[in-house]
């Protein structure tokens, strides 16, 4: 059973960049084909897919691109994202998962992470 654990800033201020980390309990040639995947939960909201790593490609959703990198270090066992020009409307709680076959379906996920934009 993989497992996955955010960690990262629990509060940043508005106009900083948000960065969070996802460490995998494992690293092997069946994960190594894993996509890797961010999705966040603001207050009140439903689940917002950010983006995701697979095999050196990323993809992520049409509205955050411009503001959003995610990378993997596959000596770590990790992989990061990064939100630039936050603003109070990325305060939510964010999830890294693992899926088999698609950066849109999600077979592991961490415990998920709070973090707020405020001054």
């Known amino acids: 059973q993989v497992q996955l654990q955010e960690s990262g800033q629990g509060m940043v201020k508005p106009t900083r960049t948000l960065s969070l980390t996802c460490t995998v309990s494992e690293c092997s040639p069946t994960t190594n084909l894993y996509y890797w995947i961010w999705i966040r939960q603001p207050p009140g909201k439903g689940l917002e897919w950010i983006g995701a790593i697979h095999s050196g490609s990323t993809y992520y959703s049409p509205s955050l691109k411009s503001r959003t990198s995610i990378s993997r270090d596959t000596s770590k066992n990790q992989f990061t994202l990064q939100l630039s020009s936050v603003t109070p409307e990325d305060t939510a709680v964010y999830y890294c998962?693992?899926?088999?076959?698609?950066?849109?379906?999600?077979?592991?996920w961490g415990q998920g992470t709070q973090v707020t934009v405020s001054s």
């Open positions: 998962a693992g899926g088999y076959s698609s950066p849109y379906e999600y077979a592991y």
